[in-house]
T-cell receptor, first 119, second 112 residues
Framework: GAVVSQHPSWVICKSGTSVKIECRSL??????MFWYRQFPKQSLMLMAT?????????EQGVEKDKFLINHASLTLSTLTVTSAHPEDSSFYIC???????????????FGEGSRLTVL | AQSVAQPEDQVNVAEGNPLTVKCTYS??????LFWYVQYPNRGLQFLLK??????LVKGSYGFEAEFNKSQTSFHLKKPSALVSDSALYFC??????????FGGGTRVLVKP
């Protein structure tokens, strides 16, 4: 299957700093990528839909100024957690769809996740 | 609207025994259903999907699922579980715009 790569896989930062997480589709192009957040022992919560060349669409309750998303190319989306605080500590996962799999039937491929710890 | 229910938070099974993870769905229109697995501290891996066609879908790692329209179910099965199958399993409906909305999932624990 298609491969989605996330970097970094884990990051520790000080409160007040910003952290950027990259999501890359390695062997396919993705006009749309999705960012999820997962708390310990809980399900995935969709944060936003990242659209190549346009603004991201955020889910209700997600602060767009807090979680900046940029989808500059068909293979790269970035999530920047700005002015991070301890409550932002979480497991962030991105996913993407292979364009060649069709509009409505292609499965989503997920990155390995990025664990953010804010001290 | 699309939704699924996984009635069991956790399933315990002995290695070598059959494994079943239950899922019932409620969708409008044609259901697009997916099973994903998440190993500890990892991303999600695609197991299988039902879009149309044969009700019995075979997927990765020896898993299969049967789409049952009359019972609105899409249970995941494996004839002989392995310890390495211990993970978190998600049954997921595909909504418009390719969004996947996750429920709580079912944690599978396979004991040696």
């Amino acid at each position: 299957g298609a491969v989605v790569s996330q970097h970094p896989s884990w990051v520790i930062c000080k409160s007040g700093t910003s952290v950027k997480i990259e999501c890359r589709s390695l062997d396919f192009q993705a006009t749309t990528m999705f960012w999820y957040r997962q708390f310990p022992k809980q399900s995935l919560m969709l944060m936003a839909t990242s659209n190549e060349g346009s603004k991201a669409t955020y889910e209700q309750g997600v602060e767009k100024d807090k979680f900046l998303i940029n989808h500059a190319s068909l293979t790269l989306s970035t999530l920047t957690v700005t002015s991070a605080h301890p409550e932002d500590s979480s497991f962030y996962i991105c996913s993407a769809r292979d364009l060649t799999s069709g509009t409505n039937t292609g499965e989503l491929f997920f990155g390995e996740g990025s664990r953010l710890t804010v001290l | 609207a699309q939704s699924v229910a996984q009635p069991e938070d956790q399933v315990n099974v002995a290695e070598g025994n059959p494994l079943t993870v239950k899922c019932t769905y409620s969708v409008s229109g044609n259901p697009y259903l997916f099973w994903y697995v998440q190993y500890p501290n990892r991303g999600l891996q695609f197991l299988l999907k039902y879009i149309t066609g044969d009700n019995l879908v075979k997927g990765s790692y020896g898993f299969e699922a049967e789409f049952n329209k009359s019972q609105t179910s899409f249970h995941l099965k494996k004839p002989s579980a392995l310890v390495s199958d211990s993970a978190l399993y998600f049954c997921v409906p595909r909504a418009a715009g390719n969004k996947l909305t996750f429920g709580g999932g079912t944690r599978v624990l396979v004991k040696p």
